[in-house]
């Protein structure tokens, strides 16, 4: 008996990522892409572009059927849709003559199959003005807004050399640092300004007084610093604050209680190199303190106070 039998042959599929695609020189004939777009605006507080807009660009597809015969993607696709990239750039804020950027950068952010913004604010740099002692401007000395510092959009300062530019006058600086004894800064400095003309004259003859200011969990041993005599350079003075000291709760054997809060000293509203005096103690579920207040003897050394059980 004759037997016929009909041998079916497919040409084998595969699916592939565009990745792997560009990768491997496969040819896409792809129409159904998406692109999407980050835009990054510079403005100013008002919401005024102050620069042009910059954007970055993502493309989204979906995993191609690649036939494996004649090395063509089919129309149809498989899948979830990928992007080109995960994440887009780090953009830095560009210096802008007279604004000061309020971050220095946008860090990158991850992609998303939708169009993003982002917006960097800029604020108007300050100015110096010149006065005299007594806080009336200088007559025929115009204010000068602050120099940006052209390598950084958003520095600490502006630029270091910004001062009148006139050459009939000069301006020094008398600053004040506030920091810890590890160095971290604690407020932002006092800054005292002197003018200088070319025949060796300033506007005052000394730099003001700086009452030292309390800050909550420190002490310094300053209460206030004499301004120095005003000299054609830059002063600094440097106030440098401890941690105060905490109440440690105890019990009749001397050993410290399990969980108990531990409150640093509460700061003299009006004194910045004292704690306050007769500081109540915590309370502590179940036990009695020995003493309901205490006055520190010493700024940074802890006390010790005995809890009984009731």
């Known amino acids: ?19 792997e695609a560009a990768k491997e020189g496969i040819s896409t004939d792809d129409d159904t892409a998406h692109a999407y777009t980050l835009t990054i605006n510079f403005v100013d507080e008002q919401g005024n572009d102050l620069h042009p807009a910059e954007s970055q660009q993502v ?39 007279g604004y000061l950027a309020e971050e220095a950068e946008l860090p990158g952010q991850p992609v998303a199959q939708q169009d993003l913004s982002s917006t960097i604010i800029y604020r ?11 806080g009336q401007p200088i007559p025929n000395v115009k204010a000068v807004q602050y120099r940006n510092d052209p390598a950084n959009a958003r520095p600490s300062k502006a630029a270091a050399d910004s001062g009148i530019d006139d050459d009939r006058h000069g301006v020094y600086h008398y600053t004040m640092h506030f ?58 003075h440097t106030v440098v ?30 004194d910045p190199t004292t704690p306050l005096a007769d500081q109540p103690v915590s309370e502590i579920s179940g036990y009695r303190a020995e003493k309901m207040t205490i006055t520190p003897d010493d700024g940074d050394l802890d006390t010790k106070v005995i809890y009984y059980r009731q």
């Open 179 to 236: 920091m810890n004894q590890a160095g971290d800064k604690l407020l932002d400095d006092d800054v005292q300004d002197s003018i200088w003309h070319s025949d060796g004259s300033r506007n005052i003859k000394s730099y003001q007084d700086v009452k030292v200011p309390v800050i909550d969990g420190y002490y310094t041993i300053d209460h206030r610093i004499k301004g120095p005599v005003a000299v054609p350079f830059e002063l600094n």
């Open 241 to 270: 604050y401890r941690h105060l000291g905490k109440i440690i709760p105890i019990d009749k054997t001397g050993a410290e209680i399990a969980g108990a809060a531990q409150p640093i000293y509460q700061n003299d509203p009006d």
């Open 59 to 97: 493309i989204w597809r979906r995993p191609f059927i690649l036939d494996e015969v004649t090395k063509n993607t089919l129309t149809e696709q498989d899948g979830d849709w990928l992007p080109d990239k995960k994440e887009y750039g780090t953009v830095k804020a560009p210096v802008i003559e």
């Open 124 to 134: 108007s740099l300050g100015k110096i003005i010149p006065v005299t002692r007594n």
């Open 1 to 19: 008996m004759n037997q016929v039998f009909a041998i079916l042959l497919q040409h084998k599929r595969r699916v592939v990522t565009p990745a």
